[in-house]
């Protein structure tokens, strides 16, 4: 095979040598130069991680024995220049810790453009509100560069993706059926191919998990059996939604798309779109950084022993489990003291102010306990001195000014 040699402007020209190597089925922006000029997408691993057939000499070995292998016969023709070490960033598996390595695939895909462009109006037309407005740009940004949405996953959990190859007869290129059964797509395929001996395997892949969810809105309901469904007429659409910012396209949007395309109705008609709760600091709360805050340990409060301790109740590494202990000791040095559920309440209303982000400081809390026990004893105090047969005027309710 010979090597093309194409230029492009995604290299730098100032960075080395200017030239690099192109891999277009293991690499995103190589995949993206070799469809502007036309190459080949050569696949050269295996789902074990070894070098495939298309390796040549070095098939079957492992990736990084195989560089190795590469090296030494570079020396042996008397091709090898030399090497350079270069900072680079490496996409690591968050279990294996192993190195991620882009892989082409066949994948299933949904074209998303039409239901995009009715998600966009519903917004503009007002039939659909989100709020705060601000997520608005958000809605149009995402909605209106809308690609392509891969809907396959290779996982072992979710639902199958109902999707049928036909394995005989033989056929010159891979056919496919959708069928709600193995028995309705078999039946499919053998009114197409004309034939009755026909067998079909069901694709091993599952479905992208925001597919499902994107379905709950009314799939709740037993739809499409929704013929006389009292439930379903009651209460599709809903009236309102309310969730966190940080899904309004990755499961908002698509509860929209899908809802428009199945059904032809909005799933809701207004959307309230939450902060979300940060730590003091400003980051996302996470078990390896011990910055999680559990509301019942800030009602009850909590030892900073006991806090490091529920760290090994779960199943974090050890490594994350020290990084964690670390976090908590310079968030938490005495631990988190009893705030009880009003101070608690007080302290989250009281950020409903902020925007996009809560972020919850506990010392804050605490100083919400502190006022709430001084209305405690101011009542207190006032009440030793109304008498036994005093009696509030009526109900007492919030005012417009409050």
């Known amino acids: 095979?010979?090597?093309?040699?194409?230029?492009?402007?995604?290299?730098?020209?100032?960075?080395?040598?200017?030239?690099?190597?192109?891999?277009?089925?293991?690499?995103?922006?190589?995949?993206?130069?070799?469809?502007?000029?036309g190459l080949d997408?050569?696949?050269?691993?295996?789902?074990?991680?070894?070098?495939?057939?298309?390796?040549?000499?070095?098939?079957?070995?492992?990736?990084?024995?195989?560089?190795?292998?590469?090296?030494?016969?570079?020396?042996?023709?008397?091709?090898?220049?030399?090497?350079?070490?270069?900072?680079?960033?490496?996409?690591?598996?968050?279990?294996?810790?192993?190195?991620?390595?882009?892989?082409?695939?066949?994948?299933?895909?949904?074209?998303?453009?039409?239901?995009?462009?009715?998600?966009?109006?519903?917004?503009?037309?007002?039939?659909?509100?989100?709020?705060p407005e601000f997520h608005h740009q958000t809605w149009y940004h995402?909605?209106?560069?809308?690609?392509?949405?891969?809907?396959?996953?290779?996982?072992w959990w979710g639902h199958r993706i109902p999707a049928y190859r036909v394995t005989k007869p033989a056929q010159p290129s891979e056919m496919w059926v959708i069928g709600r059964s193995a028995e309705e797509a078999k039946k499919k395929a053998q009114e197409k191919l004309g034939v009755k001996d026909v067998e079909v395997v069901q694709d091993e892949d599952v479905l992208d998990t925001w597919f499902s969810s994107g379905l709950f809105p009314f799939s709740v309901f037993g739809w499409p059996d929704v013929k006389d469904n009292k439930d379903f007429d009651a209460f599709f659409p809903t009236s309102l939604l309310e969730t966190g910012h940080d899904i309004l396209f990755f499961w908002v949007a698509r509860m929209v798309m899908m809802s428009i395309g199945l059904t032809g109705k909005l799933p809701f008609h207004t959307i309230y779109l939450h902060a979300m709760v940060r730590d003091a600091h400003g980051r996302k709360m996470s078990k390896s950084l011990g910055n999680v805050i559990d509301p019942i340990e800030v009602i009850e409060g909590i030892t900073l022993e006991d806090l490091q301790k529920k760290l090994h109740e779960g199943n974090l590494p050890d490594k994350e489990i020290e990084k964690a202990k670390k976090g908590?000791?310079?968030?938490?040095?005495?631990?988190?003291?009893?705030?009880?559920?009003?101070?608690?309440?007080?302290?989250?209303?009281?950020?409903?102010?902020?925007?996009?982000?809560?972020?919850?400081?506990?010392?804050?809390?605490?100083?919400y306990r502190h006022f709430?026990?001084?209305?405690?004893?101011?009542?207190?105090?006032?009440?030793?001195?109304?008498?036994?047969?005093f009696r509030f005027p009526g109900a007492l309710s919030p005012t417009a000014s409050l």
């Open 41 to 131: 997408q050569i696949n050269v691993f295996a789902e074990s991680g070894n070098v495939n057939e298309n390796g040549g000499p070095f098939a079957n070995q492992h990736r990084f024995e195989a560089r190795k292998k590469v090296e030494e016969a570079l020396k042996e023709k008397g091709l090898w220049v030399g090497k350079k070490s270069h900072a680079m960033r490496l996409g690591l598996c968050s279990r294996s810790k192993d190195i991620i390595e882009p892989y082409l695939k066949p994948q299933w895909w949904m074209n998303c453009k039409d239901l995009a462009d009715k998600s966009v109006k519903a917004l503009r037309e007002g039939e659909l509100k989100i709020m």
């Open 328 to 367: 908590q000791q310079q968030d938490f040095p005495d631990g988190i003291p009893q705030c009880g559920a009003d101070a608690l309440r007080f302290g989250l209303l009281a950020y409903t102010l902020q925007g996009r982000n809560v972020n919850l400081d506990i010392n804050r809390v605490v100083g």
């Open 372 to 389: 709430c026990n001084k209305i405690w004893n101011a009542t207190r105090f006032g009440l030793r001195y109304f008498g036994d047969d």
């Open 142 to 155: 995402w909605l209106e560069n809308i690609q392509d949405w891969c809907i396959s996953r290779q996982l």
């Open 1 to 37: 095979r010979k090597m093309v040699v194409v230029a492009d402007p995604m290299v730098d020209r100032e960075f080395g040598t200017g030239c690099v190597k192109i891999t277009p089925a293991h690499d995103h922006n190589d995949f993206k130069c070799g469809q502007r000029h």
